[in-house]
């Protein structure tokens, strides 16, 4: 479980985190050029190291959380996609096993809703060991390509890849992304702006919602986005919302963040602010 924010060591401040998330919001919106990923099949998949397993999810307390916040859902809808890499990485003359490294999402294709509930990459465990091989490393490596094809193979393979509305990253343990959501939640409220018990929602046309672009978390979206546009359409993302998992929260509090997608061409006003 994620600790409180006075149990964190940051190495963002809010204010490099909106640089950051200016020019993700200008990559997400195409002002520049972002070369798209590639589809993969699943056997291609499967053949660079990873292993699927796929099954029906029960996730009635999220559910009641998402009909909550607007977003109606079914249990027996949602399945649950989990991919674990099973090849070793090398570290000089040291061969490590692939523990750990795993993309687990529940996933309800009728809600266009992808809950992200862990994340843990081989570029990041090849960083953390201190890998010198770094070029044996799969092509599929980061979040944003695995959470796109980990929504694209769970639909039936002779349909379009349907219309992905919401994309949620749960119990957040990440100590930059929870800094910053903090400062936020810390920030002097708005009459507008103050967190309710159904969390805080953040247009992006304001500075805290391009703060958590700049974040991992946010910016992991944000180029699935721009990365998956062939497949995806023009998406962006229109608003965040900041909200714990229980309410009220005590203690250690498990937070998350839920991103509202739509069209890019429904509305310009957040690139053209910048």
């Avoid at 099973?86 to 266009?112: H, P, Q, Y």
């Avoid at 500075?207 to 962006?236: E, N, S, Y």
């Avoid at 229109?238 to 739509?262: H, K, M, Q, T, V």
């Amino acid at each position: 479980m994620p600790a409180t924010m006075n149990s964190q060591i940051s190495n963002l401040d809010y204010n490099t985190a909106v640089e950051k998330g200016k020019k993700m919001l200008k990559i997400m919106h195409g002002g520049c050029v972002v070369t798209q990923s590639p589809y993969f099949t699943p056997g291609e998949v499967g053949a660079m190291g990873y292993k699927r397993t796929t099954r029906p999810r029960s996730v009635s307390g999220l559910s009641k959380k998402l009909d909550s916040l607007g977003i109606q859902v079914s249990n027996s809808h949602f399945i649950n996609v989990t991919d674990d890499y099973t090849k070793d990485v090398i570290t000089g003359e040291t061969l490590a096993g692939a523990s750990e490294v795993r993309f687990m999402s529940d996933i309800n294709v009728e809600a266009g809703i992808l809950v992200v509930n862990y994340s843990y990459s081989p570029t990041y465990k090849a960083k953390e060991l201190k890998s010198l091989a770094a070029a044996l490393l799969p092509s599929l490596k980061h979040w944003s390509d695995i959470a796109f094809h980990q929504w694209a193979h769970s639909q039936h393979p002779e349909e379009e890849v349907r219309d992905l509305k919401f994309i949620m990253r749960e119990n957040i343990s990440n100590e930059d992304t929870l800094a910053i959501i903090n400062d936020i939640l810390d920030a002097p409220p708005r009459q507008s702006q103050a967190y309710t018990r159904s969390g805080l929602y953040l247009d992006m046309n304001s500075d805290h919602a391009i703060a958590l672009l700049g974040t991992a978390h946010g910016a992991g979206v944000a180029w699935l986005l721009a990365q998956h546009r062939d497949q995806l359409g023009r998406k962006i993302i229109a608003g965040i919302r900041i909200f714990y998992s229980d309410e009220p929260p005590e203690g250690d509090r498990a937070l998350n963040l839920l991103f509202y997608l739509r069209d890019a061409s429904a509305s310009k006003k957040s690139i053209e602010k910048l």
